[in-house]
């Protein structure tokens, strides 16, 4: 009797578990990066036609380690370029040339957002906290927000922003953005041995639009809402934590109205005045004509007194006030930032009699009427 044997093989199947992703920065101590971004917004403005704001930059982050509670990051931004134009008028952003090259110190807290900044002067701190503690969506720790965790392709993940603050142009008008943004982890490849990460972003867009512009020679305040959406693209070194490339489309669609204010007098006389850190100018009063001070460019300190009484306030161009000086007061102006500049406008044209340039004078000029 012949005894039959029939082998089985098994075999086994093993079954990988799917790999899980994180996403965040590389913020080791001495760990350097450099990004490059440009930026495009077209919208129709009332009575101008298509106006189209654009700029790119080149950013360097270098992760100087934990202070305290944070994280500190020295970073420079370069060849930056802003600019606008509306119809045949070009304008630039001049701040934004002032802090190229020069670095600035960012205290990032553990949600991985700008807490403080340091820099050179309190006027370069200004511009500084323009393009850093408002900028709309910069996270330095968590890219794609905090939800960007224990992901497998495919995943898809939402982050919320509400009300961030954004700057259009020089004289620091700002306006609201909300955004709802949902991510989705596309696939893995291996490239040159690193492992890249493809993710995809749908974004719902809410802005509230509140900004200065330059029409046709005139400064007018433009306002308005807008919604739309925004669709993109990233691509992530999942072995270095860099962003490696990232392109956005934005379309926005609202309504925008000009407003109608009006120089608070008749100018007859414009001037420039440039200064040097803590030079100080004027020290008169005059007898019959109105100043306007306008800040055009760095931080001031204008003092407006009587035989009786003293005021100091500060002028700074990011806080958009201008002080109408009326004839009769003594006034001086004490420039604070260095390479400054001040706009006065004048209700009278220049008369030499109508200066009162020593202080006892200007006294017995004011006991007189």
């Known amino acids: 009797m012949k005894r039959v044997i029939i082998v089985f093989f ?81 304008s630039s952003d001049y701040d934004a040339q002032i802090i190229n090259n020069i670095p600035c110190l960012l205290y990032i807290d553990i949600n991985g957002e700008v807490d403080h900044l340091e820099s050179e002067d309190d006027y370069m701190e200004d511009i500084f906290k323009k393009n850093y ?4 969506f910069n996270n330095y720790i968590y890219p794609f927000g905090k939800n960007a965790v224990d992901l497998s392709v495919g995943d898809s993940w939402t982050e919320v922003h509400d009300s961030v603050t954004i700057f259009f142009d020089e004289v620091g008008s700002e306006s609201l953005m909300s955004d709802s943004s949902v991510y989705t982890l596309d696939k893995i490849k291996s490239k040159k041995g690193r492992k890249i990460a493809y993710i995809e972003v749908e974004e719902l867009l809410t802005l509230e639009l509140r900004v200065a512009v330059n029409f046709y020679g005139e400064k007018r305040l433009m306002a308005g809402h807008a919604t739309g959406t925004a669709d993109g693209s990233y691509k992530w070194d999942l072995d270095s934590g860099e962003l490696l490339k990232a392109h956005v489309d934005v ?30 100018r004027g020290n008169h009063a005059h007898k019959k004509c109105s100043q306007f001070f306008i800040p055009v460019l760095g931080k001031f300190i204008l003092e407006i007194k009587t035989p009786g009484a003293k005021k100091k306030m500060v002028l700074n161009h990011l806080s958009k006030i201008a002080v109408l ?11 604070v930032s260095k390479n400054s500049i001040l706009m006065v406008a004048c209700d009278q044209h220049y008369n030499v009699n109508d200066y009162l340039k020593n202080f006892n004078v200007y006294k017995k000029y004011l006991r007189k009427k």
């Open 10 to 90: 098994v075999a086994l199947l093993f079954c990988n578990e799917e790999e899980i992703y994180t996403f965040v920065n590389n913020i080791n101590e001495g760990h350097r990066v450099k990004y490059k971004q440009d930026d495009i917004m077209t919208f129709e403005m009332p009575g101008a036609g298509e106006v189209r704001r654009g700029g790119n930059k080149t950013q360097l982050l270098e992760y100087l380690g934990k202070q305290g509670e944070f994280f500190l990051i020295r970073s420079t931004l370069s060849n930056i370029i802003s600019i606008n134009v509306m119809g045949d008028k070009v």
């Open 251 to 280: 379309n926005l669609v609202g309504d925008f109205e000009m407003d109608e204010k009006k120089f608070p007098m008749k100018v007859k006389r414009v001037f420039i005045l440039y200064g040097k850190k803590n030079k100080i």
């Open 325 to 335: 000086v009326p004839p009769k007061y003594w006034c001086s102006i004490k420039f």
């Open 133 to 136: 503690l408002n900028i709309s």
